[in-house]
C-alpha cells in the first residue's frame, strides 16, 4: 500500500510542476499579442490544457482503482489488516481530492498568476 501513495505522490507533485510549467510559459506575454515566428501563447495554452487533462484522466482512473484495490483487501482482510487500512485511509482520501480537483486547483492558480502579471 506504501507504494500506492508514493505513486500518488509521485503524480500530484508532476501535476504541480506541470501547472508551474504552463504557467511560467504563458506568464509577461497577453493573449494574442505574440508576432513572432514561434508557436503563438494561445497554442502554448491549448497544449498545456491538454497535457493538465491527460494527467487529470489518469490520476482519476488510479484514485477509482485504488480506492477498489484498497476495499477489496478491506474485505477479505483480518482486523490487523483492516486497522492498517484504515490508517492508509485519511492521507487516500486526501490525495484522491487534490487529483479530482486538479483541474479546478490549476485553473485558479493560472487566473492568480495571470492578474498578478498585468
Do not use: R
Not at 501563447?41 to 493538465?52: A, D, L, Y
Not at 478491506?74 to 485511509?89: I, V
Request: proline share 2%; net charge positive; charged share 10%.
Amino acid at each position: 500500500m506504501k507504494k500506492t501513495v508514493k505513486i500518488l505522490l509521485v503524480a500530484m507533485i508532476l501535476l504541480i510542476a506541470l501547472t508551474a510549467t504552463v504557467n511560467a510559459a504563458t506568464s509577461g506575454v497577453a493573449p494574442g499579442s505574440y508576432t513572432g515566428s514561434g508557436a503563438s501563447v494561445s497554442s502554448i495554452e491549448k497544449v498545456g490544457n491538454q497535457i493538465i487533462q491527460i494527467v487529470s484522466t489518469i490520476g482519476s482512473i488510479a484514485s477509482v482503482v485504488v480506492l477498489v484495490v484498497l476495499g477489496i483487501k478491506y474485505m477479505m482482510g483480518s482486523a490487523e489488516e483492516k486497522a492498517e487500512y484504515k490508517k492508509t485511509l485519511l492521507p487516500y482520501i486526501i490525495g484522491a481530492a487534490f487529483v479530482f480537483a486538479a483541474s479546478t486547483i490549476a485553473t485558479f492558480v493560472f487566473n492568480f498568476t495571470s492578474t498578478l502579471g498585468g
